[in-house]
Nanobody, 124 residues
Framework: QVQLVESGGGLVQAGGSLRLSCAASGFSFSSYTMAWFRQAPGKEHEFVTAISRTGGDPDYTDSVKGRFTISRDNAKNTAYLQMNSLNPEDTAVYFC?????????????????WGQGTQVTVSS
C-alpha cells in the first residue's frame, strides 16, 4: 500500500523556519521524482518545488527561491522541505507528491501519489 505522510507543519511567526518531512512507504521511493505542492484556502494546488530521483536538479517556484530547500534521503525513504524566512503568503496546506518518471513536472495532477498534507500557518 502506497503511503506518503507529511509532518512538521505548525504555526510560526513571520521570518521563522519550519522543516517538513515526507515519509514514503509501499513503493520504490528512489524510482520516483518527488515534489511539494501547497494549497491556500480557496486556491488551487500550487507547485512549490521538486527534486529528481537521485536528489539533484531541484526546481523551485520563483516565490520560494532562496528561502526553501528540498532534499531527499532515499535510504530513509524520506524527503524534506526546509523553509526559511517564512511570510504570511506561505500559509497553506503542504502536500508531498511523487511520480514514476525522471521528468520533473509542475502540475499536481501529473503526479501519481499524494500525501494528506500538513498545515503551515505563518503569522504576521
Amino acid at each position: 500500500q502506497v503511503q506518503l505522510v507529511e509532518s512538521g507543519g505548525g504555526l510560526v511567526q513571520a521570518g521563522g523556519s519550519l522543516r517538513l518531512s515526507c515519509a514514503a512507504s509501499g513503493f520504490s521511493f528512489s524510482s520516483y521524482t518527488m515534489a511539494w505542492f501547497r494549497q491556500a484556502p480557496g486556491k488551487e494546488h500550487e507547485f512549490v518545488t521538486a527534486i529528481s530521483r537521485t536528489g539533484g536538479d531541484p526546481d523551485y517556484t520563483d516565490s520560494v527561491k532562496g528561502r526553501f530547500t528540498i532534499s531527499r534521503d532515499n535510504a530513509k525513504n524520506t524527503a524534506y522541505l526546509q523553509m526559511n524566512s517564512l511570510n504570511p503568503e506561505d500559509t497553506a496546506v503542504y502536500f508531498c507528491a511523487v511520480r514514476r518518471s525522471w521528468v520533473i513536472a509542475r502540475r499536481f495532477n501529473e503526479y501519481d501519489y499524494w500525501g494528506q498534507g500538513t498545515q503551515v500557518t505563518v503569522s504576521s
